[in-house]
């Protein structure tokens, strides 16, 4: 095991946070697509993650980064949130992650750039780099979007994948494990959730987070069971390591973990569900459910935004048991880790 978190000063690359050990060097320069990170990866980033967590939440001092403790790490760096669809968690949590960091962060304004007056996004990425930005975050409505600007950009700039269509949400699926690991008093050096029953309940066929979770859930050994309506489940999600239902009492049962989804209505074309007083009544997670067929402590995880009262009752949401408040605060902890570890990679394309 070496040390690996030293200062690169010579490189003008940021140095990764001090406090933390990794077992290889860090490979990644982006976050492309979830399943690029390996268990030793993913171990690394949840002990950084995890790190910023203590240091930045738990010290009460989270207004500001202090110097001294090495989180000033991107000073001199700028970050740039490209974000084509509507976000509130993802977008906020990484401009405080990156500000956290010390980086200038620039919020790309879909509705006012050029992209109105029809500039492709290429071209709109080429606009970044000749002006010296280090970093994008990119959500996209495209599946695929981060793949194909890291294949013509990926040795300009570091690209880090906010969300893309139905396809990936690697820090989302992060920050659940790191929310996971926590709530289960695990090591993240070597625990896993060996054993654990969770349970993704909702809209699975437009999910970019039941992707994501679905391999990061089984890199660390958990047993994943999805449940929706036979319309909203593809056919060949269980090649993704899980078990398929569409009764929602029988996925339930014995269930550690349940994780609740919204319907993703703006990537419905079609009328997916009959109405949604019909779905709350067959998927909706409600305490009484929860109690008759989960063990007892079932932990309750949402990604938001929820749909108070659709997807998930209001008293689930604010349950002493609900990790969605938690999920919020690990993901800035998360994308802090993700930042300052692929910027102190240098840019390739590999
Ligand atoms: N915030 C998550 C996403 O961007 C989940 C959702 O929107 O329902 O995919």
């Not at 008759?292 to 949402?302: S, Y």
């Not at 002493?320 to 994308?335: D, E, H, M, N």
Request: hydrophobic content about 40%; charged content about 15%.
């Amino acid at each position: 095991v070496s040390s690996a978190f030293s200062s690169d000063s010579s490189s003008g690359k940021p140095s990764p946070p001090v406090g933390v050990e990794l077992l290889t060097p860090w490979p990644h320069a982006h976050l492309i697509t979830s399943s690029d990170w390996d268990l030793v990866t993913v171990r690394t980033l949840l002990k950084t993650a995890n790190h910023y967590f203590q240091t930045v939440f738990q010290t009460g001092s989270s207004s500001s980064c202090n110097p001294s403790d090495n989180h000033s790490v991107l000073t001199g760096h700028s970050v740039v949130n490209l974000f084509y669809e509507q976000s509130t968690r993802t977008r906020i949590s990484f401009e405080l992650a990156a500000k956290k960091l010390g980086a200038t962060v620039i919020n790309f304004e879909v509705s006012t750039s050029s992209v109105g007056k029809g500039e492709s996004l290429e071209d709109t990425l080429s606009t970044l780099i000749a002006m010296g930005i280090n970093a994008i975050v990119v959500r996209h409505a495209s599946s695929g979007t981060p793949v194909l600007l890291h294949r013509q950009f990926g040795e300009a700039i570091h690209i880090i994948n906010a969300g893309d269509g139905t396809h990936d949400h690697p820090t989302q699926g992060l920050l659940d494990l790191l929310t996971l690991f926590n709530a289960f008093e695990l090591p993240l050096g070597t625990g896993t959730l060996q054993g654990k029953k969770v349970v993704i309940v909702g809209d699975i066929l437009h999910s970019r987070v039941a992707r994501s979770n679905l391999y990061f859930l089984n890199l660390l050994g958990a047993t994943v069971h999805v449940v929706a309506p036979p319309a909203l489940l593809p056919k060949n999600i269980e090649d993704l390591g899980c078990t398929a239902h569409h009764h929602l009492e029988k996925a339930l049962q014995d269930a550690d973990v349940v994780m609740g989804l919204r319907l993703q209505r703006e990537r419905q074309s079609d009328q997916f569900v009959a109405s949604l007083a019909e779905y709350t009544h067959f998927y909706g997670l409600t305490q009484d459910r929860l109690q008759r067929f989960c063990k007892p402590g079932v932990f309750i995880m949402h990604p938001g935004p929820v749909n108070r009262g659709v997807e998930m009752s209001s008293d689930l949401i604010d349950h002493p048991q609900s990790l969605i408040t938690k999920q919020v605060r690990y993901g800035v902890a998360v994308r802090m880790a993700i930042l300052s570890l692929c910027l102190s990679k240098p840019l390739t394309k590999s």
